[in-house]
């Protein structure tokens, strides 16, 4: 086990023992510091892990410091207009997500079944649910949620809401189902009255520099991310556990920061570094030597390179540990993209911050018709040139798991199979681990024999 990988597990075992707001505090006071910080930082095997972690840690330390005003948030929401009115974002079913890192979800979910939440609603949700009623989540003065994609955000933050006493600083935002003109306008009006709202219950104006400002940032990460993005269209030496499925929180939560381009920066520089290597293994084939290592890796050989299989992975995955990564790893898989890493909106113009935003959220491809995913899906499927997908088919995702069967004949139309694999993000409890490795070693046998045909 590495240093980071004790010092994770110290933390864990820390907050599972006591488990209460102060003492998560109190960790996220002690880790932040700057010394303690950047000491944690260089003992990540990756930048791109390092960065992560570091910035994860700093905006969750924001939200709980009650320096700040705190907003909910749910997945899909701009963030920038949270970065631009001054508000520490923390979006719950994210964190809830941690929970099952943490080794925590069995007593969230337990919580949240006592107080009557359904067992049918999504265990980010409920587990976030949990924690909120056994007060471990930062107290909100705004709540905000959307409904693309999640049936789920708007009646728990609801809850939550009232919990607090905040159902006036409740925001629901409403989504038009297409994109138009008349759509982009109605929604622009819905953000900039919601952010006049906010402004004025703290007793302020918006401030339109801050908001240009904070639009630059979220351009520049999107350059970045984009850059990142393209170099993982020829990558299949990666560096130490990277795994584009950890890095939802800084793609939507820290939107808009200097942070998330600072982070995407170096994930693309270190692709990059990545990529010249496995660039060199086919120019220098003579010179190769199979125990050199680079960055804590070993350099594959030209044999291994061209024998990887891609796979495009859509949804999430699970946050505890299971094997499915591994399994992959060692039958020489690669993920070579995600579905939440997919940049899916034009630039942001700071001149017409919410006229922006508005395109940005209405870009979603799980926003409107299933059309609009599977157009994405194919596209990703064709841009990374994958030989196989997977989507983890998470336990009360009503909205991913209702188009799986329309996305799988999709990709079969153009000779791509897709695995649906059932199982929960959160609850280890509803996964069957057996069932799944069955049914991962199948789909494996089924690519590499289309492959060897
Ligand atoms: S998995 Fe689906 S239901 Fe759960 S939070 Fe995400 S979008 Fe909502």
Known sequence: MGIAEKIKDGLKTNIQNNLNKKNIKKILNIISSEPLLSAYGATFASKSDKFLNIYSIKSLQKAYSSRYPVAYGSLFLPFELFHALGLAPFLPEVIGGFTGGLGLAD????????????????????????????????????????????????????????????????????????????????????????????????????????????????????????????????????????????????????????EAADLYRNVYLELNEFLKVQESIFTNTGNYKPEKMFKGRKIPCVDNLKKSRKILWMHLKPYYKNSIFTMLEENNYKIVFEEISNVYWPRLDPEKPFESLAVKMLSNPLNGSIENRVNAILKMALDYGIDGAVLFAHWGCRHSNGGARILKDSLKNIGIPLLILDGDCLNKNNSSEGQISTRLQGFIEIVDSRIQD
């Open 107 to 258: 007593r969230t979910l337990k919580e949240a079944s006592s107080r009557w939440y359904t067992p049918d609603l999504c265990t980010f949700h409920r587990s976030a649910s949990g924690a909120v009623e056994m007060d471990l989540f930062p107290e909100p003065d705004f709540i905000i949620c959307t409904n693309i994609a999640c049936d789920a955000a708007q009646k728990t933050f609801y809850i939550d809401a009232g919990k607090f006493g905040i159902k006036d600083r409740f925001y629901l935002i409403d989504v038009p189902y297409k994109k138009n003109e008349g759509s982009i306008k109605l929604l622009a009006k819905q953000l900039e009255n919601i952010s006049a709202d906010i402004a004025a219950k703290m007793n302020k104006k918006i401030d339109m520099e801050k908001f240009a400002s904070v639009i630059d940032y979220s351009n520049k990460f999107r350059d970045w991310a984009l850059k990142a993005n393209g170099v993982r269209k020829k990558l299949l030496f990666y560096p130490k556990y990277f795994n584009g499925l950890n890095f939802i929180l800084p793609f939507h939560g820290l939107a808009g920061t200097k």
